[in-house]
Antibody, heavy 122, light 111 residues
Framework: EVQLLESGGGLVQPGGSLRLSCAAS????????MTWVRQAPGKGLEWVSA????????YYADSVKGRFTISRDNSKNTLYLQVNSLRAEDTALYYCARGFSDFWSGRKIDMWGQGTMVTVSS | SALTQPASVSGSPGQSITISCTGTSSDVGGYNFVSWYQQHPGKAPKLVIY???DRPSGVSNRFSGSTSGNTASLTISGLQAEDEADYYCNSYTSSSTLNYVFGTGTKVTVL
């Protein structure tokens, strides 16, 4: 079964850090670019970051650039998002999702995880 | 910035509804890379249209997409109770480092 399973979310104080993980199964992980999309409570979808299949190209939204780092371990079929210097406005459900080829394109995201919640509050 | 969608659209079972997604020539109007996602409460988004009008395998042919100028549209024909959900458009944009931007989202209510 093709599946994406996120973990690592939680409650963190402003300025704190977390490492989100996304374990992939059921497909050749290295053949696909991956992305993180977030959704604040009651709000819309927002692209956060993306990475090519080989990991050599990374992309970030302006709102997280310099604070978040996307990476992947293709030997472990796992995607990561290191989130630092967290702010209240980073509070959201973070989805891991799969692109349609090994280079990044958000044109056809056909597989999504169920998300991991990050809450930034003192 | 986010593409503009109406906050809500409603229709009766069996009717057709259309959701608009308005952008600029730097996104919707400039590229044929518009996609639409359906999201039921508490669930992950699901792709229903990509490349303006293509449907992924398994998606009902009641869903169709089109563009005109800087506006993309998603039409749901033969509206069913299960279509009640939030819908988001997404487009390629030359104005973002991630190259894609979502719409503001539309709540579809089946009366």
């Amino acid at each position: 079964e093709v599946q994406l399973l996120e973990s690592g979310g939680g409650l963190v104080q402003p300025g704190g850090s977390l490492r989100l993980s996304c374990a992939a199964s059921g497909f050749t992980f290295s053949n696909y670019a991956m992305t993180w999309v977030r959704q604040a409570p009651g709000k819309g979808l927002e692209w956060v970051s993306a990475i090519s299949g080989g990991g050599g190209s990374t992309y970030y939204a302006d709102s997280v650039k310099g604070r978040f780092t996307i990476s992947r371990d293709n030997s472990k079929n796992t995607l990561y998002l290191q989130v630092n210097s967290l702010r209240a406005e980073d509070t959201a459900l973070y989805y891991c999702a799969r692109g349609f080829s090994d280079f990044w394109s958000g044109r056809k995201i056909d597989m999504w995880g169920q998300g991991t919640m990050v809450t930034v509050s003192s | 910035s986010a593409l503009t969608q109406p906050a809500s659209v409603s229709g009766s079972p069996g009717q057709s509804i259309t959701i608009s997604c308005t952008g600029t020539s730097s996104d919707v109007g400039g590229y044929n890379f518009v996609s639409w996602y359906q999201q039921h409460p508490g669930k992950a988004p699901k792709l229903v249209i990509y490349d303006v009008s293509d449907r992924p395998s398994g998606v009902s042919n009641r869903f169709s997409g089109s563009t005109s100028g800087n506006t993309a549209s998603l039409t749901i024909s033969g509206l069913q109770a299960e279509d009640e959900a939030d819908y988001y458009c997404n487009s390629y944009t030359s104005s973002s480092t991630l190259n894609y931007v979502f719409g503001t989202g539309t709540k579809v209510t089946v009366l």
